[in-house]
């Protein structure tokens, strides 16, 4: 490592430390290892004596923010180099690019010398108009028409004093427009004032109808809510809307201001003399033409940043806690994929996950074999011992929901209980590659009933065989950079399983690669091998693998579990070069290892400090003893089921006042989306949520959450319901904003496309524009100051 680089790898070190709560030594030793090719659960977990204990969120966000970084110091790089073959890097336009914190401020410096089309400017300057530019702003004294007069030239196409000055004034507007001090200046500002603007665009009222709350909407830019920013692009996207971004909610004396920046920074007056009006006028065009388009494209493109980001994290919080829902267990479990006209769809797995049996009912309309249908589900349950019911929440789900709790009456030996799941990314799995191998011979149709089987039996184990993207627990997840989301979904996928750990002898090839360390390839090879030579007896076995050598089994061993084998600790998530650590508790102790897994009493009086050596400090032979004390915990919580209400299938049975039981499906920004078994969720908005102030929804509560809601307002045409977790609530006091009450999943989509925006409308009267006072400062009174006459 080069003097330079090392210099550059300590700047980084200190902003990411900085910005994650940590110190620089704990960022260089992280990325250190991440650079090896170490996995962040694999960090957080087995390397804290290295980083200090990082936990994985700061990991993550090292890791995020190590990229953005990296990329960073490239682009100054190159800037730098771009800049210096042009033969005009002085050292103190070196000083502000190696200065320069953020890509912004870096475009902003990089901007006058960046090769781009040839400009108005351009051909001025070459025209010989420069001097003219610049003696009208060295002395205003000259009469522009006047002075503009000796450079006319036919031949270098300046036809008169007019042309001459359009031009001189063209190369003034791109001077002050690609000036870094005022851009990044005005910037600053109009991100603290700015006040973006929707409009409708003309002759668009009917076709974009699902935005109408936006048609003449204004909200501060540095306050609006991330899924609000997505509504209105999506709006404009789809051109409904037209945006705009004010400088202040009093737009002229906003504008008035920024032209006044320009001249300051300029050093331009209004006393009077002869070319100042001229001048001032190019200080105008220089705002309007250049300086408010160039802010207001650089600002949108910031704001849509950060509401992806906000939409991406809500969507991975959500992805997680579905994750780590807690598992049914190893029950035999009778799955039914709702449908009319086409039939439920049966199928049977055991207690493993393996399928038993298929079947295809039709106890609804048109063909109403209901007893017929009960007769069939009886026999299934009987001959394959089922437990679970489990029912896709989709269409004609409440009616196969009453057909289960008849077989349940049907058949009360079996003690049978039914739940209804989220059948989410089961058609996609369906369809899928995987599920063709897995089920070569299975209809496409019966594949979506295993899949619900399964996935009640341990939501994890099945829901990482389908794309983060399919499962449909995001807002606006369509309109964020795909490539950012899917990194991130992952990333939340791969913590997930590694916190809870696979079992190496049962997990399928997909769980498998979602291992820290295991790539799809070396995950089909376990699979093969085990197919091959029967269940692993130790971890060490792993190494037989094809590919998998010494530096992927430290990644992954931690993370396998092996149940019965020769090894107690494999059982647990001791990493194997640890075992060491216990061999001196056994031997300190006496006590065989069998006898001291699981026997928390006798654990819980064993001090850390002494056993700790030269590579194993206290955190670890810490995990090591709570793992010794619950080998193997699952950190999911306890399996439960909600109760749907009786009677209540449809939006249309719903009244105002009604308590209910209900699933948590989505958590947004604005509140909490409730499966209450109608087949459209509630919105309990975010100040119904709880009696006390609630800032961020999942504070109180997460999906797949179990909660007793009351019904405010229902509006059967919208297919709208309005809930409440205060249960002495009354009714009618349903409170929302807009692309709150609509921003419902479609495949991750809020229902109806773009339905999100309808705030106050929704109960009787206009949606008020948001508004906010521009903040005029002692800036904005010497700015008007040097535009008077003295």
Request: glycine content about 8%.
């Amino acid at each position: 490592m080069t003097e330079i680089s090392a210099a550059l790898a300590r700047k980084i070190a200190q902003t990411i430390a900085t910005e994650i709560g940590a110190q620089p030594a704990q960022v260089v030793a992280a990325v250190g290892l991440l650079d090896e090719g170490a996995t962040v659960p694999f960090i957080a977990r087995y390397r804290k004596e290295v980083t200090g204990g990082l936990d994985d969120t700061q990991l993550r966000n090292l890791e995020v923010r190590l990229g953005y970084l990296r990329e960073m110091e490239d682009r100054r790089a190159a800037i730098l180099s771009s800049i210096a073959e042009q033969g005009k890097l002085t050292d103190e336009l070196r000083g502000d690019i190696e200065a320069a914190d953020s890509k912004s401020r870096l475009e902003d410096l990089y901007l006058p010398y960046k090769q781009k089309r040839r400009t108005r400017a351009q051909i001025a300057r070459e025209a010989g108009l420069e001097p003219l530019a610049d003696g009208l702003l060295e002395d205003p004294t000259r009469v522009p028409e006047e002075f503009a007069a000796t450079f006319v030239d036919a031949d270098k196409g300046v036809a008169d004093a007019k042309a001459a000055l359009e031009g001189a004034r063209a190369i003034l507007i791109e001077r002050w427009g690609e000036d870094a001090a005022l851009v990044g200046e005005l910037r600053t500002w109009l991100q603290e004032v700015g006040v973006i603007r929707a409009k409708v665009a003309e002759g668009k009222e009917t076709a974009g109808e699902k935005f109408r709350d936006y048609f003449d909407h204004a909200e501060p830019l540095a306050k609006i809510p991330s899924h609000r920013m997505l509504a209105l692009l999506r709006g404009r996207r789809e051109e409904f809307l037209g945006l705009d971004l004010d400088p202040g909610s009093d737009a002229d004396a906003g504008h008035l201001y920024a032209e006044g920046r320009v001249a300051l920074h300029a050093g331009i007056a209004d006393q009077g003399r002869a070319a100042d009006a001229w001048l001032r006028n190019a200080c105008r065009l220089a705002w309007k033409a250049k300086l408010h388009l160039h802010l207001l494209i650089d600002l949108f493109a910031q704001a849509r940043e950060r509401a992806e980001a906000d939409a991406i994290a809500v969507f991975g919080d959500n992805l997680k806690d579905l994750l780590l829902a807690a598992p049914a267990g190893p029950k035999a479990v009778l799955g039914l994929d709702p449908g009319l006209r086409t039939g439920v769809k049966v199928a049977v797995v055991d207690a493993t996950g393996k399928l038993v049996a298929t079947d295809t009912i039709y106890p609804h309309e048109p063909r109403r074999q209901w007893d017929q249908s009960l007769v069939s589900l009886r026999k299934l349950c009987q001959a394959h011992g089922v437990q679970l019911v489990a029912i896709g929440n989709g269409t004609a789900s409440r009616e196969t929901d009453r057909l289960a709790g008849d077989l349940l009456k049907l058949a009360p030996e079996l003690k049978m209980q039914k739940i209804v799941v989220s059948e989410a990314g089961a058609s996609v799995y369906s369809a899928s590659e995987l599920a063709a191998k897995e089920f070569p011979g299975l209809d496409v149709s019966l594949r979506g009933a295993v899949s619900i089987a399964r996935r009640l039996q341990d939501p994890l184990a099945e829901l990482v065989k389908i794309e983060p993207k399919a499962i449909g627990v995001g807002q606006y997840q369509h309109d964020v950079d795909q490539y950012k989301l899917a990194r991130a979904l992952d990333a939340r996928v791969e913590d997930c399983v590694n916190a809870v750990g696979v079992d190496l002898n049962t997990a399928s090839a997909p769980l498998l690669a979602r291992v820290s360390g295991l790539s799809s390839t070396v995950a089909g090879n376990i699979v093969t091998h085990r197919d091959a030579n029967g269940p692993f007896k130790r971890r060490k076995d792993l190494l037989k693998v094809p590919r998998l050598g010494e530096k992927t089994f430290e990644q992954c061993a931690g993370f396998l579990r092996i149940a019965d084998g020769d090894e107690p600790l494999d059982a647990s998530a001791v990493h194997p070069e640890a075992y060491p650590v216990v061999e001196r508790i056994v031997a300190a102790t006496g006590k065989p290892i069998r006898a001291l897994v699981g026997d928390a009493g006798f654990v819980r009086t064993l001090k850390a400090r002494e056993f700790t050596d030269e590579r194993f400090g206290e955190p670890t032979v810490r995990d090591i003893l709570a793992e010794l004390e619950k080998p193997g915990r699952d950190p999911r919580p306890e399996f439960r089921a909600a109760v749907f209400a009786d009677g209540i299938e449809d939006i249309k049975d719903l009244r105002e006042g009604m308590i209910l039981e209900g699933v948590v499906s989505n958590v947004a920004a604005f509140g909490a989306f409730v499966d209450i078994g109608v087949h459209q969720d509630g919105l309990v908005h975010i100040s119904a949520l709880s009696d006390k102030y609630v800032k961020d929804p999942r504070e109180v509560v997460k999906a797949g959450d179990i909660v007793k809601v009351k019904v405010l307002e229902v509006d059967v045409a919208r297919k709208r319901i309005a809930l409440t977790r205060r249960l002495d609530d009354a009714p009618g006091q349903a409170t929302s904003r807009p692309g709150e009450r609509d921003a419902r999943r479609d495949g991750g989509r809020p229902a109806g496309g773009a339905r999100e925006g309808r705030g106050e409308r929704a109960r009787g009267g206009p949606a008020r524009p948001q508004q906010q006072a521009a903040p005029f400062n002692s800036a904005m009174a010497d700015a008007l100051k040097g535009l008077r006459r003295s």
